[in-house]
């Protein structure tokens, strides 16, 4: 995987969910198909190795039609630092969850 480098825009690292999954923002969660609530730790580290956690900021809808359903959910912050790259994504959970890909929106 090419190292990842941010525009200067907040920069999104977006889960796409295999599944039924919706956010709920008062609680900060995600409601998973089996009901139970649950929220994926998405960080990036960078090439020396300093780890920056994301925080849930945006649903990622699965079309363009107007529906609800959720496809995915997008992880940032806005002072993520723009001069350096970051070679890696983790992606850590309690729950199982089901991805179908990974998108970085820098």
Same mark, same amino acid.
């Given at each position: 995987?090419?190292?990842?480098?941010?525009?200067?825009?907040?920069?999104?690292?977006?889960l796409e969910f295999v599944g039924d999954y919706?956010?709920?923002?008062?609680?900060?969660?995600?409601?998973?198909?089996?009901?139970?609530? /649950?929220?994926?730790?998405?960080?990036?580290?960078?090439?020396?190795?300093?780890?920056?956690?994301?925080?849930?900021?945006?649903?990622?809808?699965?079309? !363009?039609t107007g529906s609800n359903v959720m496809g995915?959910? /997008?992880?940032?912050?806005?002072?993520?630092?723009?001069?350096?790259?970051?070679?890696?994504?983790?992606?850590?959970?309690?729950?199982?969850?089901?991805?179908? !890909?990974?998108?970085?929106? /820098?």
């Amino acid at each position: 995987m090419p190292a990842l480098k941010p525009s200067g825009k907040t920069s999104l690292v977006i889960l796409e969910f295999v599944g039924d999954y919706t956010p709920d923002f008062q609680a900060q969660m995600l409601r998973f198909p089996d009901g139970t609530m /649950g929220m994926p730790e998405v960080q990036l580290v960078d090439q020396q190795g300093n780890v920056f956690p994301l925080h849930f900021l945006m649903v990622h809808h699965r079309d !363009r039609t107007g529906s609800n359903v959720m496809g995915g959910a /997008g992880f940032g912050v806005p002072d993520l630092p723009t001069d350096r790259s970051y070679g890696k994504v983790r992606v850590r959970s309690d729950k199982p969850m089901k991805c179908s !890909r990974i998108i970085w929106r /820098g």
